[in-house]
């Protein structure tokens, strides 16, 4: 057992390390120090859990006094230890005991270096509303795919899972805090003052959809304003009606459900892309209110049941356009390919460049932030397509400069085996083959 001693000694040997000469080598110390830094922070947390429980069990004199909650003092000694301040304390013990008791799976991951310490207690925060049972199911359904995923898409990953595992909950869950919608406002002591909206997830789709289309277009059009700017101006004058804009741009909000939610009898959620997910249930009810009002349309995607993987779209075209840009971005979840990016897509990138007679499909697509896609016409750096052979889902291998190897998978779409009941084999052909966009 390591002693403390042993473990300032270790603390002592890193604080003198001396940085390697060559680039690859320094950057092999970084992940190993990057691998050191999340298993000292799964032991951190089962040492705070153990730490809570001792004090606990602990008999204390009564002082006649009244004392604050044990849970308080427990946490601040917590936080002296550890730098922080006293309600982070208190929160350290609270997510340490849940990954040690309620999320093996996910402190295990912590410890091998899979997993940082933030998104290791991101995960604790998000399934805090479920039963002990149920983080455990959560547990196991993440545990496998969790490894590389960026904040927004591991959280994504935690809200799926949760949704799908206590769908009654979270359906009722939902349908309060969406009839708690609000709008509140502060002033600033500059002038300003900021007005934030609680708003349906799939009403938010399509405040944002209409803010970015009158920046994209005001941009175009050579306008002077930053994009924030036009933001700020275009929702002023959509509300107040001062200065009417131009003739707003139709803005269509997609919403991707496997049929078997949509008929009523899975639980697997809904996927509004670049956003995140709705439970089944809200869906269904959304999208029959669109369809009694005339405004949603069935779309054919074909897809593999397996893995709920999208197929290739070809293009003539050099630039990824029309409907083959709104398929990737449908399968690409919205959201930047290069691991741990959170950003949304905003080029359509040819993993094999045009210019090396990469061809315009969506096999050698994907979607990419402004900066990822700069990046990665670096010299030195260079991708390609998995071969189809080894993964379904649509993969994408690169190098690096200094030969760091990296991979990105388009994240599966919303439907398949979880959380639906026995078909027929034409039920099943017919589910995993279709989805829904509205």
């Not at 359904?141 to 979270?170: F, H, K, M, N, Y």
């Not at 700017?229 to 001062?242: E, F, N, P, W």
């Amino acid at each position: 057992m390591w002693q403390v001693d042993d473990l300032h000694a270790l603390a002592d040997l890193l604080a003198d390390l001396t940085p390697a000469a060559l680039g690859p080598d320094l950057l092999d110390q970084l992940e190993a120090l990057e691998r050191i830094k999340s298993a000292a922070a799964a032991a951190q947390a089962v040492v705070s859990a153990t730490f809570a429980d001792a004090a606990d069990s602990e008999d204390l004199p009564a002082s006649g006094r009244r004392t604050p909650p044990r849970a308080m003092s427990v946490g601040a000694e917590v936080a002296l230890a550890t730098l922080a301040s006293p309600h982070a304390g208190e929160q350290r013990v609270l997510l340490s005991r849940r990954l040690r008791d309620d999320l093996p799976l996910t402190l295990a991951a912590l410890g091998r270096g899979e997993l940082t310490e933030g998104r290791a207690f991101a995960v604790a925060r998000e399934v805090a509303h479920l039963t002990p049972e149920q983080r455990s199911q959560v547990d196991e359904d993440l545990a496998p795919r969790s490894a590389g995923l960026g904040d927004v898409r591991l959280r994504q990953a935690v809200r799926r899972s949760c949704l799908t595992i206590a769908a009654e909950a979270e359906a009722r869950r939902h349908a309060r805090a969406r009839a708690e919608r609000r709008v509140t406002s502060r002033r600033l002591d500059d002038g300003t003052g900021q007005l934030v909206a609680t708003l349906p997830l799939e009403v938010l789709a399509a405040v944002r959809a209409t803010l970015d289309s009158a920046a994209a277009t005001a941009r175009a059009e050579g306008d002077d304003r930053t994009s924030g700017q036009v933001r700020a101006d275009t929702l002023a004058d959509r509300i107040t009606g001062v200065e009417t804009m131009t003739e707003a741009v139709p803005v269509r909000v997609n919403l991707v459900i496997g049929v078997e939610s949509l008929l009523g009898e899975g639980t697997e959620p809904g996927l509004v892309p670049g956003e995140g997910f709705l439970p089944a249930a809200l869906c269904t009810a959304w999208v029959r209110r669109a369809s009694d009002a005339a405004k949603a349309t069935l779309r054919r995607l074909f897809v593999s049941p397996e893995d709920r993987a999208l197929v290739a779209m070809e293009s003539t075209s050099r630039r990824f356009d029309g409907l083959l840009a709104e398929l990737l971005d449908l399968r690409d979840g919205g959201t930047c390919r290069t691991t741990g990016c959170n950003a949304a897509i905003r080029h359509h990138d040819h993993v094999t460049r045009a210019t090396d007679d990469g061809r315009t499909e969506a096999s050698n697509a994907q979607g990419l932030c402004e900066r990822c896609n700069y990046v990665k016409e670096s010299p030195g750096w260079t991708s390609w397509v998995a071969d189809p052979e080894d993964t379904t889902l649509h993969e994408v291998h690169g190098v690096t400069e200094h030969l760091r190897i990296f991979r990105s998978t388009a994240p599966p779409l919303p439907g398949g085996p979880t959380g639906a009941v026995d078909y027929s084999p034409f039920e099943l052909r017919f589910a995993s083959t279709y989805t829904l966009a509205s």
